[in-house]
């Protein structure tokens, strides 16, 4: 039996969020916001963390600062019971932050990297990442320093007998370079709409789809509130999303990788893993950031216990 059920290498920060903002936001103005929170942040960290509360056990490697941002993070994830004895700690170096001007359906966010850009693969204990059943990357555009040598983490992940997974995230430079060397090493991919666009080289979603499914066995796409489509032998399916009140989106598509991949690692059918998926993104949704619907168990457990079942999978090809 491996020691853990998923393995999550990427980088660790907290949210600073911002809500009630202006449309518009002039130079040399002091503008009010009518609320904040600072939160547990970080593709990576969201998906660690909300995997461990659906009741997967999750082991997570990351490079932080030592400051006070760091410790937060850091106590953020272990309370949410994710092992962090592989998140290496940084002297003289500053864990970053994103800073998430929430402004009605839109937002803006504005990263300073800090320790992300720096975590190396010599960073990484390939040992603890491979004593598991699975392997999870994210926001691969931010591991700058890990970027290079990606591909070998993967294949290294898949030559141990891991499945894999991947979720780019977005790319600040807008290039979407070495995307596809990688995904010969990946059993999941996970991009949102823009994101599988982007990397197919089309507008077209139902030909990004099948574009990226030469590439991966298994592609499965966030289309936010209106559900999220997969493509897997040869046959693509939908599921609905889920109506819920809406706090903020923010993690909500690392929130849907979380489910998805929880029943992934169940073996259910890929109808299921959507729904699951959608439902994750959207419990995500109804408080501020990424992790705080997820911070007690037994309201989860509600969530999904009352829903599940309600979307069924529909299979369009």
């Known amino acids: 039996m491996p020691r853990f059920d998923v393995t999550v290498a990427g980088e660790l920060n907290l949210d600073l ?4 903002l202006p449309a518009d936001i002039p130079p040399e103005r002091e503008l009010l916001a009518s609320d904040m929170t600072l939160i547990l942040g970080s593709s990576s960290g969201i998906l660690a963390h909300n995997l461990s509360a659906l009741g997967a056990r ?5 490079l932080i600062g030592n400051d006070a941002f760091g410790k937060i993070a850091l106590e953020r994830m272990a309370l949410g019971g994710v092992d962090v004895s592989r998140v290496k700690v ?3 170096a500053s864990t970053g932050l994103s800073a998430i001007l929430q402004r009605g359906a839109h937002r803006s ?9 720096q975590m190396s693969f010599d960073d990484l204990d390939l040992e603890y990442l491979a004593s598991s059943r699975h392997f999870h990357l994210a926001a691969l555009f931010l591991q700058r320093k890990l970027r290079p040598r990606v ?3 993967f294949r290294e992940m898949k030559n141990a007998g891991l499945t894999t997974s991947l979720d780019t995230n977005d790319d600040p430079e807008d290039l979407w370079d070495g995307v596809d060397e990688i995904l010969k090493y990946v059993d999941v991919f996970l991009p949102n709409e823009r994101e599988a666009c982007k990397i197919a080289g089309t507008e077209n979603l139902s030909v990004a789809l099948k574009r990226l499914a030469e590439l991966v066995p298994l592609v499965a796409v966030k289309m936010g509130a209106k559900g999220a489509r997969a493509h897997y032998q040869g046959e ?5 999303g889920m109506p819920v009140e809406v706090v903020d989106a923010v993690g909500a598509g690392d929130s849907f990788d979380a489910g998805f991949l ?8 890929i109808a299921t893993c959507l729904e699951y998926g959608n439902l994750a993104g959207a419990l995500s949704t109804t408080q501020p950031g990424g992790t705080e619907a997820f911070r007690d168990r037994v309201t989860v457990e509600e969530f999904f216990r009352t829903r599940i079942g309600i979307n069924n999978g529909v299979k369009t090809v």
Do not use: K, N, R
Request: no cysteine; glycine share 10%.
């Open 236 to 240: 693509e399916y939908f599921v609905p």
């Open 109 to 117: 966010i504005l990263t300073y990297p800090g320790t992300m850009f």
């Open 90 to 92: 940084m002297e003289g």
């Open 151 to 153: 591909v070998e983490l």
């Open 58 to 62: 999750v082991g997570f490697a990351s």
């Open 262 to 269: 929880f029943q992934y690692l169940h073996d259910a059918d």
């Open 17 to 20: 969020i911002l809500y009630g």
